[in-house]
Nanobody, 120 residues
Framework: QVQLVESGGGLVQAGGSLRLSCAASGSISSINYMGWYRQAPGKQRELVAGIISGGNPNYADSVKGRFTISRDNAKNTVYLQMNSLKPEDTAVYYC??????????????WGQGTQVTVSS
C-alpha cells in the first residue's frame, strides 16, 4: 500500500512564499518520478513541476524562476518552494508519483490535493 501525504497549502498574499511537501509511504521499491500538478476552477489540471529520481527538474513556463522543485530520496519526499506568488497561482495542488511497489512495473499515484490561495 502506498500513500501520498501533502502539506503546506494555505492562504498567502501576492508576492509571498509557500512550501509544499509530499511524502510517500508504504511498500515502496523505488520512486521513479515525483511532481506537482495544479487545477484551478474551470480549468484542466496542468503540470507545474516534475523531477525524476536523478534530478533534472522541469517546470511549466508560468512558474519558471519562481518555483523550485526538489526531492529527498531518503525520505521519499518531494517539495515545491513557491516564491513571488501571484493570484493566478491559486489552485488545488496535487502531488503525483510513479512508484514501483512489487516487481519492475511502476504505478501512478496521486495525493488528495492541497489548496493554495493567493490574495491580491
Amino acid at each position: 500500500q502506498v500513500q501520498l501525504v501533502e502539506s503546506g497549502g494555505g492562504l498567502v498574499q501576492a508576492g509571498g512564499s509557500l512550501r509544499l511537501s509530499c511524502a510517500a509511504s508504504g511498500s515502496i521499491s523505488s520512486i521513479n518520478y515525483m511532481g506537482w500538478y495544479r487545477q484551478a476552477p474551470g480549468k484542466q489540471r496542468e503540470l507545474v513541476a516534475g523531477i525524476i529520481s536523478g534530478g533534472n527538474p522541469n517546470y511549466a513556463d508560468s512558474v519558471k524562476g519562481r518555483f523550485t522543485i526538489s526531492r529527498d530520496n531518503a525520505k521519499n519526499t518531494v517539495y515545491l518552494q513557491m516564491n513571488s506568488l501571484k493570484p493566478e497561482d491559486t489552485a488545488v495542488y496535487y502531488c503525483n508519483a510513479r512508484i514501483e511497489v512489487v516487481g519492475p512495473i511502476d504505478f501512478d499515484y496521486w495525493g488528495q490535493g492541497t489548496q493554495v490561495t493567493v490574495s491580491s
